[in-house]
Every structure is written in C-alpha cells, then in structure tokens.
C-alpha cells in the first residue's frame, strides 16, 4: 500500500540552546496516498465554512478562529484514514557531542529518522513530506532518505522531500497537531481559545495527553528514551 507522511517540527533551537524550551517535536501526518484529495478538500470544506482563509497553523488559533480549529480537530479524530504521531525529544536530555559529533542539525535529522522508521511497515511504499528549513548541510533530506532506505529493505521509501508548508495542508495540519502537543508538554497555554482546543483533544482521545505506547495509532506520542533499559 503506498502512504504519505506529512511532518512539521516545534522548538528547534533547543538543538543549539537547551535552556530554549522542555521539548523539542517532531509531528506527522500520515494518510493512505489515495486519500490525499480526500484530506485537501475536506480542509479547503472546513476553511470556507468558517470563512477562514489564512495558512493553518497552531499560532494562528484565537477567538475569531476558535470554532474554525475545532471544526479540523473533529475532522481529524472522525476519520479513520488520518493518523498522527508525535516525537517528544526533553532538551537536558540531548548531548550532542556525545552522539551527534557536537552537530545539531545532525541531531535533528536522526529524531527524524526515529520519528519515522518505527512506523514504515514492510511490503508498503512511502512518500514523506517535510516542512522545508534551511540547512548547513544541503544534503540532510536525501541523506535521510538514504538511511531509511537501508533500513527498511523490505518497504519503498518512494521519496523524502522538503516543501514551504504554505502549500501544503497535510504540513499544516501537522503543524496544529503538533501545537497542541507543544503547548501541553512546554506549558504555552496562551489563551483560553488555546486552552479549549487541549481539553476538547483530552476528551477526544480520552484521557490527559500524555506519552503513549507504540501501539496508539491515532494520536501517537513517542516520548523518546536515552537511559536504554527493557
């Protein structure tokens, strides 16, 4: 089956100063490849409804756009065909010189490859989209690619590719997702409108929004683990 992941990331200056937030996030949208006109055009449904015309971005909810973000978080926990998993990265618990050779953009792209490789499941195909950032090392992207590719040699890593997330819903909706999940675990409730959006997450899901297991396959938090152990 082939699939599409669409991700954005939150906080990543704390790879270059750790006192920056708590947490770094990695978030990502993923979606069977035939469901992607789906997933455009109910958003662009949900915009016109609400009369909503800027780029969909956590940052962007308040009053006059409360109802608009709650309308895609239904959208989002009422079908199916969406999933979203989220990578937690706490910021003391990053040594970059110990295992990223003092890089952090390096760093970055190895949460990536943790974010993605513990979903890409054998005998699919995946085409995986990143919200673009400018980088030292130009090759980042297909270098990841590259590493996903050898590890997963029974699945297609059919493309990794950088794109302006103003052009892409399935970033955007990444990108709220992600948000919501920054503001809980990095304490930036700003709003009341904000604050609205986590509790009716909470409900949806059922519980307070906190790390979950591998086998969550809805609204998935991988927290990850530097101590090792079993």
């Known amino acids: 089956m082939d699939f599409e992941v669409y991700c954005d990331e939150s906080n990543p200056e704390i790879l270059s100063d750790r006192t920056a937030n708590n947490y770094l996030l990695i978030g990502s949208i993923w979606i069977p490849k035939v469901y992607r006109e789906d997933l455009k055009n109910s958003i662009k449904k949900i915009k016109t409804n609400h009369n909503y015309r800027n780029e969909i971005k956590w940052n962007k909810v ?3 756009s409360n109802e608009f973000y709650l309308d895609l978080l239904k959208y989002f926990f009422s079908t199916d065909n ?3 998993r989220v990578l937690l990265v706490k910021s003391n618990e990053i040594d970059r010189v110990k295992f990223h050779n003092g890089d952090g953009e390096l760093s970055f792209y190895k949460f990536y490859y943790q974010l993605l490789q513990h979903w890409i499941l054998s005998y699919n195909s995946y085409s995986i989209f990143l919200d673009h950032k ?5 090759n980042r992207v297909s270098k990841l690619r590259e590493v ?3 590890a997963n040699l029974t699945s297609e890593i059919a493309n990794v590719q950088a794109l302006p997330s103003n052009e892409v819903l399935g970033i955007q909706l990444a990108d709220f997702l992600t948000g919501i999940v920054n503001a809980k675990f990095n304490k930036k409730i700003s709003s009341s409108s904000k604050k609205d959006i986590l509790t009716e997450t909470e409900n949806y ?4 929004l906190v790390p979950t297991s591998k086998s969550e ?3 998935n938090v991988f927290s ?4 090792g152990g079993w």
């Open 82 to 84: 969406i999933r979203f």
């Open 217 to 219: 396959n809805k609204f």
């Open 148 to 150: 996903l590719k050898n």
């Open 205 to 208: 899901i059922g519980h307070k």
């Open 134 to 138: 400018v980088n030292k090392d130009i």
């Open 62 to 64: 308040a009053p006059s």
């Open 224 to 227: 990850i683990n530097f101590q």
